[in-house]
């Protein structure tokens, strides 16, 4: 637990709460006459936590941003691709405790259960320090990390590793408009998962159209809306 708290760079006054955030659905089961808990209930809390202070700093740093682009990339900057990615950084699932079926199934290393408790780590620190403590934590492991990735970050092919866990599914991409001057072309493109619209994006070329398109999917499709 040490190394964990220096990764987080917060040490808790309780280690309790961190204990129980790391406390899958599927170990408490398996120790109920202890009268154990799972982190689903702190999964709830830091969920919200982290979605009011991301919309916190891109509400502050994007005044002219419309309402939906906002919803939109908020939902990209705390889905579950990147809280799974936040979670390998912190190497969490080492720390987490699951019952055994769930070790033996490789739930140290599936992405849901990993970004769900990142989320319920978030939360221990919001309960045991307060915003000012698990704010610049969001900053740093999350809302810092994806912007510096975001600019090179390949969505596309990060929706296309989602979207094949399920042997079978498909994807496509359709130019639905294009305005502006020739100088200064917009155009915007639809991704579908399945044959369904799946999400939309916009940029100057149509190569970026395509990536916000799947970068909205995979909020869309992590959960993040």
């Known amino acids: 637990m040490d190394a ?5 760079g917060y040490a808790f006054h309780d280690r309790g709460l961190l204990e129980h955030a790391l406390t899958h659905s599927s170990y408490a089961n398996e120790h109920r006459s202890q009268g154990l808990t799972s982190n689903e209930r702190l999964e709830f809390l830091g969920d919200s936590v982290l979605g009011m202070v991301a919309a916190d700093r891109l509400f502050r740093e994007h005044p002219d941003m419309p309402e939906g682009e906002l919803t939109r990339t908020r939902a990209a900057l705390v889905c579950e691709t990147a809280l799974h990615q936040v979670a390998l950084s912190l190497d969490l699932g080492r720390y987490l405790r699951l019952g055994k079926g769930e070790d033996a199934g490789g739930g140290r290393s599936r992405p849901s259960i990993l970004a769900d408790a990142t989320e319920a780590v978030l939360a221990a620190v919001y309960l045991d320090g307060g915003m000012e403590a698990v704010r610049p934590i969001i900053e740093n492991l999350v809302l810092n ?3 510096k990735q975001s600019s ?9 590793e989602l979207v094949q866990r399920t042997p079978g599914r498909t994807i496509s991409y359709d130019l639905v408009r294009e305005t502006g001057p020739d100088h200064c072309r917009v ?7 399945d044959g369904a619209p799946a999400g939309q994006g916009e940029g100057r070329t149509k190569k970026e159209s395509e990536q916000m398109a799947a970068r909205a999917a995979l909020a869309r499709l992590s959960g993040g809306e």
């Open 187 to 193: 155009f915007v493109t639809e991704v579908s998962v």
């Open 152 to 160: 090179g970050r390949d969505f596309k092919t990060a929706l296309q």
């Open 4 to 8: 964990l708290e220096q990764k987080l």
């Open 145 to 147: 990390r994806e912007e």
